[in-house]
């Protein structure tokens, strides 16, 4: 009987739970419907950062239900009214992976348009994009449909996102143990602060294997940026060991094919000298 009782009690607490998230939801929604409505851009400002949290607790929790939907919307026309295209873009495009829900997408196409068109996406782009997210597009499974998200957000090389994309990522990794290649690789050229454009070039979403990425690059002149930045990065934060091994992979990998002859010639007679 004493764990019936219990049981029934945390049925009853689990069930108040739900209905005090959902509650807080909705207040979110409500007031940010507000402050957008009034285009009250100092408000606006001011509950970024409690949007944000909000909007993280949707991806945690996975919640698709209409007022998440509605919720993350609102959050990309905040960040429209204050000018900060590259992050209403994002958020845009976290509901229509994350969140779906087709009859807001009637409302929210012109919108979506706009806004990839501000971020210097071109008409075939545009359109490419906006299918690619449409529902029937979009992975079933929640952790699939994360890293097509991330995919399709990296995708933009917009640097204004990074650090979101990066808190969408950790979700990721609480979630599985299965992290794609090309983000590991995203995320250590974001961390040795790579520009976009060089991302861009250098990012192989097709790639195998595990080499990292200043391995695995084929560019010369961009394995060079790979390693110096690295370099650069571990030097600053005070990790000389690390720093040093680099640049001693560096150097031998700068090598020419004549100076491995070389060394090797040299490496020989001091054998035989020996």
């Known amino acids: 009987m004493k764990r019936k009782t219990i049981l029934a ?11 005090l998230a959902q509650f807080s939801l909705s207040t979110e929604l409500s007031y940010i419907q507000d402050i957008n409505s009034q285009q009250r851009k100092d408000l606006i400002k001011d509950n970024i950062a409690n949007a944000e949290k909000c909007s993280n607790r949707i991806i945690e929790f996975e919640d698709g239900n209409p007022l998440a939907s509605l919720f993350l919307m609102e959050l990309a ?5 204050i000018d900060e295209e590259e992050l209403a873009l994002f958020n845009i495009l976290k509901q229509r992976v994350l969140a779906p829900n087709d009859s807001l997408s009637l409302q929210t196409e012109v919108f979506f348009r706009e ?6 996406l071109g008409t075939t782009e545009t359109k490419a994009l906006w299918l690619l997210t449409e529902t029937e597009n979009v992975p079933q499974d929640y952790n699939m449909a994360l890293i097509y998200f991330l995919e399709k957000s990296i995708k933009l090389y917009k640097k204004d996102i990074s650090s979101q994309i990066i808190a969408t990522g950790q979700f990721l990794k609480i979630k599985q143990d299965y992290i794609p290649i090309w983000y590991s690789d995203w995320e250590y050229l974001t961390m040795i602060k790579i520009r976009e454009k060089n991302k861009k070039q250098i990012i192989d979403f097709n790639k195998k294997g595990s080499l990292p990425i200043y391995k695995s690059c084929q560019d010369s002149k961009l394995t060079t940026k790979i390693y110096r930045k690295s370099i650069h990065y571990y030097i600053k934060n005070d990790k000389f060991v690390r720093a040093k091994e680099l640049r001693t992979e560096y150097k031998q990998q700068s090598l020419s094919v004549w100076d491995h002859i070389d060394l090797l010639v040299k490496n020989i007679r001091i054998g035989l000298r020996v």
């Open 115 to 120: 806004l990839c068109f501000e971020n210097e």
């Open 9 to 19: 009690f945390l049925l009853v607490l689990l069930s108040f739970s739900g209905i």
């Open 77 to 81: 026309y905040s960040y429209k009214q």
